[in-house]
């Protein structure tokens, strides 16, 4: 399971059984904040301190994907402000020959 930091910086991944169902004190490793995870607030249900240290990392797949959603974006609002663009700033004529010369790469190879 993730769990978030109070400091909301931080994400960490933590074994489910670490924490149990009556909740755990935990102690944020890198800002060292301390806070009770999951059950009941009653500091009685409380068990010792896990020091958070292991990191949790965005997997590789999901930041690829992230990557492509951006790049995308930007294509599109670049084509949406198209003539705009062209009439404030010539030079980004080259850009959109450039895309369209990719494209048609792609649609060539795509073919073969
Ligand atoms: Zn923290």
Redesign the pocket.
């Known amino acids: 399971m993730i769990i978030n ?6 994400q960490f991944d933590v074994k489910k059984s670490d924490i149990g169902t009556s909740g755990r004190e935990v102690q ?6 301390k806070w009770v995870h999951g059950g009941s607030v009653s500091s009685s249900n409380v068990k010792k301190i896990t020091n ?1 240290t292991q990191k949790y990392r965005t997997p590789l797949t999901h930041k690829i994907i992230i990557f492509f959603i951006y790049v995308t974006a930007i294509i599109g609002f670049l084509d949406l402000i198209k003539y705009k663009l062209i009439t404030a700033a010539p030079i980004f004529q080259d850009y959109y020959i450039a895309k369209e010369k990719i494209i048609l790469e792609i649609i060539a190879i795509l073919q073969q």
């Open positions: 930091c109070r400091c909301g910086k931080y944020c490793g890198i800002c060292n904040e958070l």
